[in-house]
Structure formats: C-alpha cells, structure tokens
C-alpha cells in the first residue's frame, strides 16, 4: 500500500511538473526565464539519470534566483520523494501551491499534500545497539532512509515496509514492518558480526595448534570475540595468545616457538631471570630465543652469578650454574661486662670494718673514761696507807674506772676481732674470672677465647 501510494505521489508530481511548463505564473516577482529553464533541464537529466542528490543541488542553484518557479518546485518535491525525504517533500509541494498553479496542476498538487500530510504524525524510530549502521526501506535501490548512529527518527508514509539495516563487518538484518498512521513505530536491532577467517603459522613444521581446547587446521572461520590459541611442540616452549575476530576482518598469526636449552643449576631452587624477567625450568631445561642474552642466577645464602649466552649456540649447547656460598664471618660478641669489685663477701667486709672502727672508738672513749675516774680517786685519797675521809669515793671511783678500762679491752678485742675479719673477707671476696668462647667461622674455623678477670 506504502509503495502505490508512493508511486502515485511521484508520478502526480511529474504530471504536475510537466504541466508546470505551460502553466501560467503566479503574481509573484518574474525570474530569469533563461536562468530558470537551464537549471531545471539539468536538474530533469540529472533526475532521468537517477542522480537525485545532483538533481537537488541544480533545483536549489535555480530555486535561488527564481523562488516560485513551479516548475523547479514540483521537480524538487519530486526528488525529495526518491529521496525519502517525506517532511522535505511536503514542504516543497505546500510551496508549489503556495507559488499558484491553476487548473488540474493545481489539484493534483492539492492531492499529493493530503497525502503527505500523514507524515507529520507517522514516525519510524529505529535504535541500534551497535550502530552507526545504514537504513533502507524496501530496497537499497532507493537509497538510504536514514542511518542510525545509533539511532534515527525518520518521518514516513503508512504502509508496509521491508527495514533493512547494514553495517561493515556485520550480517545484513531485515524485517517486514507494518507502520499506522499517526503513529510512532519502535524498532531496537542488534547486529551480528560476521566471523573472521583465522590463519595461523607455527614454526618448527610439526606443532600442534588449538583453538579455545579443540584442534584447529588452517584457515577457519571463528565466531567474533576472542579466542584462546595454544601452539605446542615437545622441546619447545608453549606459546598462547588470544585472536580476537571483530567485524570479519582476518586475522593471521605467525607463531615461532622457542626451543627448550638444557641447564643444570645448584642450588636447586635458585632463581633465574632472563631479560629481567623470572624465567623457569620445565622439562630440565629454560626456553632461549635466538640471539645474546643475559641469564642471573642468585638464591638465598649464595653469591649472585650472571652468565652471557651467546648468539650463536651450537645444537649440544647447555648451561651449568653453579652458585658459591656467601662466606659469613660472624662478629666477635662484646667482652662480658667487668665483674664489680664490691662482691658479697666484700660487702661484709666493709660491714665488718665499721664495726671495727666502732668499737675501736668505744674503746677509746672507755679507756679515758677508766683514766679520769683512776685519777678522780687519786685526787680523794693520794696514799693508800694514810685514812681518808674520801675513802668510800675513792673506792667507788677505783671500781668504776675498773669497769670502764675492762669495758675498754673488750671494745678493743671487738674492734680487733672485726678488723681481722674485715681483712679476711676483703681478700677472700675479690671477683671470679670469666671466660668467654666464640665460635669463628670462614677459611680456617676455631674457638676463640676471652678471659676477664
């Protein structure tokens, strides 16, 4: 229904147009005949021939000189028809009207408006989730309707139509659409890409090549998005890469695998680093490209050892890492702190030597206090052989004094005693000597020994 009624439009429109040429002028300014005419016989060629977007530029070039030229107009609503451009078209054929044809010019032009009328209220909105893609109506003979990027809202005549969507690298989508009148039609498309053709080259000839976990020959088509690809070869080292397909677009990967060189290193677990990076030993061996190289070899406890490979390697060629122990030579430890020369029984010692010098003191203060009581009784009665009334005094004075100067010799025993003591002590109380022993490691191992007194 959509496609006659199209066809009726246009060809209403070129009736109109041809018509046009004998029809009378409006009121409105006169333009250039010559000017007019020439422009709109090259636009009419270019419309024959198809070029619509030509044919529109020649209409325009015309149009500027000679606004309401019917002719010009009822060619132009022409093209934008073929074009698609339904809301344009309108325009152009109300312009038409609006320049005054007469007669049957005039009736058809009035038809063909009712007609693109629906246009204002009728509506295809296509969104595309990997756009930007091409939309075309029916046929892409026709043109492009529009194109969404990622989506477009495009007036348009009721009917049914074939929608087809297109992009590079993607399967072509098409659908029948039925559009209402005066309504807006909703379309959401997604695109499938188109599969890729995968070649992959593995060098040494032999290799076993895979394709995410299956066996692949080349070349395939895969699916679009990535895919996990695994050459490998006994003695070599594997190789994985990802292939990613997008758009169908082909992919090829040459895949040279590096050979296994055999190494023996001690100790066992050191680390290896080619190039810097930590490289490991599988099946005896480390993976070597072609060219110079740097290996470094270290482990804990033992000198760090670097080896240049060279670039030319012979088919016997192997590596022997052998790492030499770190020589630790442990540090003597301090000397043990020097003993104190004030030892327990030192200590005592001075203790006892207090008492000494104490009762030294007592005794001293004794003995003169046993002189001044012998001399008080002197002084009471001088001769023992003579009476003197003094003599009770006397006597108790000759008694005391006694007792003070036997107070004293005890006191002086005591301070002897604790000076004899004190002596004893201090000798006998002097700090032991201590011993030390170090272990030494390195080129000769021993003992050393350290004696504080």
Not at 44 to 53: K, R
Not at 132 to 140: C, E, F, M, R, T
Request: charged fraction near 20%; aromatic fraction near 6%.
């Amino acid at each position: 229904m959509a496609a006659l009624l199209r066809t009726w439009i246009v060809c209403a429109g070129i009736v109109c147009t041809g018509v046009a040429a004998a029809a009378p002028k409006g009121n409105g300014p006169a333009a250039p005949k010559v000017s007019a005419q020439a422009q709109y016989k090259a636009a009419a060629t270019q419309y024959s021939n198809g070029n619509y977007p030509k044919a529109l530029e020649l209409i325009e070039q015309g149009l500027a000189v000679a606004p309401q030229d019917l002719k010009l107009l009822g060619l132009k609503g022409s093209v934008l028809l073929e074009l698609r451009d339904y809301p344009g078209a309108l325009a152009a054929y109300q312009a038409y009207l609006k320049a005054g044809p007469t007669g049957a010019n005039q009736r058809e032009a009035q038809k063909i408006v009712n007609n693109l009328l629906a246009v204002e209220s009728t509506f295809l909105d296509l969104s595309l989730a990997n756009g930007p893609g091409d939309v075309y109506l029916d046929s892409k003979t026709l043109g492009v309707f529009c194109r969404a990027a990622p989506a477009c809202h495009q007036a348009v005549l009721p009917g049914e139509y074939k929608v087809i969507v297109e992009r590079p690298g993607f399967e072509r989508w098409t659908s029948q659409v039925k559009i209402e009148g005066g309504n807006t039609t909703k379309l959401a498309v997604t695109l499938v890409e188109k599969p890729s053709l995968l070649t992959v080259r593995a060098a040494p000839p032999g290799a076993r090549i895979t394709v995410d976990d299956a066996a692949f020959e080349a070349p395939a088509k895969v699916a679009a998005g990535p895919h996990r690809v695994v050459v490998s070869l006994a003695g070599h080292a594997e190789e994985r890469r990802e292939a990613v397909a997008r758009e169908g677009k082909p992919i090829e990967l040459d895949i040279a695998l590096v050979p296994f060189v055999p190494i023996q290193v001690e100790p066992a677990g050191a680390e290896l680093l080619l190039g810097g990076k930590p490289v490991a030993i599988q099946d005896g061996g480390i993976p070597l490209p072609p060219g110079a190289h740097k290996l470094v070899a270290r482990a804990p406890g033992f000198q760090e050892r670097q080896i240049d490979v060279p670039a030319e390697r012979g088919a016997d060629y192997k590596l022997e890492v052998t790492l030499e122990r770190v020589v630790v030579v442990a540090p003597p430890p301090p000397p043990p702190p020097a003993p104190s020369w004030f030892t327990g029984r030192r200590k005592l010692a001075l203790a006892a030597g207090g008492v000494g010098v104490v009762a030294f003191g007592a005794g001293v203060v004794l003995g003169l206090q046993a002189r001044r009581l012998e001399d008080d009784a002197y002084a009471l009665c001088p001769s023992p052989s003579t009476p003197c009334a003094g003599a009770p005094a006397a006597n108790d004075a000759v008694q005391r004094g006694r007792s003070r100067a036997l107070q004293a010799n005890l006191a002086y025993g005591v301070a002897g005693g604790a000076a004899i003591a004190a002596a004893a002590l201090w000798l006998t109380g002097r700090p032991e000597a201590r011993v030390a022993v170090t272990p030494r490691l390195g080129g000769v191992a021993g003992l050393d020994l350290a004696v504080r007194f």
